[in-house]
Each structure stands twice: as C-alpha cells, then as structure tokens.
C-alpha cells in the first residue's frame, strides 16, 4: 500500500518538475519564464504555484484517462468471442476474459516505457492563466480607447504603450492558439474509430507526446482563473 502511494506520489506531483530530456526541459522554460513572469507580476506568486501544481496534476489525470480510453478502444480490436457462435455462454464469457486479459498485456508491454511527465502540463496552466487575462485585458483597453475617443482625450504616450501591450497580447494570443491545434488535431486524430489493428495499438502515443496532458493542463488554468482570479475580482495590488 505504501509502496503504491509512493508510486502515484511520484508520478502525479514529482512529474511536475520531470522534464524527458534537454530539448524538452529547454522547451518548458522557454515558455515557462516569459508567462510565469507576468502571472506573478499580475496575481503573485501563491497563485503562480497553486497553477502550477494543479495544472501538472490535472494534466496527468487527463493523460491516465486518454490511456484508459486508448486502452478499451484496443480490447474491440478483435471480435468478442460470444459473437463467434461457436461456443456456449459459459466458455464465450471465459473466452472473452482470456482475450481482454492478452489484448491488456499486449497494450501495457507496448506502451509501458511511454514516459509521463507533467512539467509540460504545468506550463500549460501557466499559459491558459496568462492568455485568460491577455483576453481580459484586451477587452478593457478596447473600452477605454473607445471612451478615450468619443471624449476625444489625447495622450499619445498613454496610447503607445498601451499599443505595444495589445501588440503583445495579440501575438501571444496566436502563439497559444497554434500550439492548442497542434495538440487538438492529433488528439482528435487518434479517436478514430475506423483505424487498423497497428495504428490502434500505437495511438496512445504515436508522436511520444502527451497532447492529452497538454490540454488537461490548460483547461485546469482556464478554470482556475475563472474561478479563483476573475470572479472574486483579484488584483495583484492586493498582495502585500
């Protein structure tokens, strides 16, 4: 029992900060530094943690579930042996037991070298919190440089700042949305029913990426901000 708490410990909290290889762990902070800077300027940096954490174990969540989908897909591989006709009930029911029983070894053999490694999942929080108040914040200088006009208000340095923040903005907005359909297509891709009997057994992980564990990451960022950023009305300010 310890020993499977151990386990699950180190795969859905440790995984948080596991990283494959160089190339990936230089991707992660590529990404990780420029918005986990401007999560902690916004919202500080028990906001910035909490994403964080919650985003790599969320996204791990998603993965074993994309696994568990990936894996029931495979037992329909074959036909069921009560379809067969050959065979009574009683020795259909075994049938099917031994052929699920071989089809899960075969899936576990297969897969079980696929490393599951959260950090990416938790960077995908950080991201979906940034890109949240990007949003938000693009909105409210919209209002404010359409009130600034009909008041016809003048404040050109005022207005180029603001200009290069929603030039950032915009670009960052586009980079997320690139990087979400480069995980959504093959996501998508990989539930297709009308497949053969290889590429159902490899679809778990043909590219070796976790585009579930991305997006589970993301959706939990999303929800955080909503609920515990935007709707209580948080400010960065308010930290002391």
């Not at 997320?176 to 998508?188: H, K, T």
């Not at 057994?201 to 929800?223: K, W």
């Amino acid at each position: 029992m310890q020993a499977s708490c151990y386990n699950w410990f180190c795969v859905y909290f440790c995984g948080c900060f596991h990283s494959t290889d160089e190339q990936h762990l230089f991707n992660n902070m590529t990404v990780l530094i420029p918005n986990g800077y401007h999560v902690h300027r916004r919202f500080g940096r028990k906001h910035l943690l909490a994403a964080f954490l919650g985003g790599g174990i969320a996204g791990n969540l998603s993965q074993l579930w994309f696994y568990i989908f990936h894996q029931i897909q495979w037992r329909t591989v074959l036909p069921s042996p009560k379809s067969w006709g050959i065979l009574s009930d009683f020795l259909g029911n075994k049938a099917e037991i031994w052929q699920n029983f071989a089809l899960d070894k075969v899936f576990t053999t297969f897969h079980k070298a696929t490393p599951c490694k959260g950090a990416s999942a938790a960077v995908s929080s950080i991201v979906a919190i940034e890109t949240c108040a990007n949003v938000v914040s693009l909105y409210d200088k919209y209002k404010e440089l359409r009130r600034r006009r009909e008041l016809r208000i003048a404040d050109d340095e005022s207005n180029s700042r603001m200009m290069k923040e929603v030039l950032y903005e915009v670009c960052h907005l586009w980079f997320v949305i690139s990087i979400l359909l480069a995980d959504l297509i093959p996501l998508f891709d990989s539930t297709r029913c009308s497949k053969g009997v290889s590429e159902t057994l490899v679809a778990y992980s043909s590219d070796g990426i976790g585009h579930a564990a991305h997006i589970g990451g993301f959706l939990f960022g999303m929800v955080y901000y909503l609920v515990m950023l935007h709707v209580s009305g948080y400010r960065r300010e308010h930290i002391r």
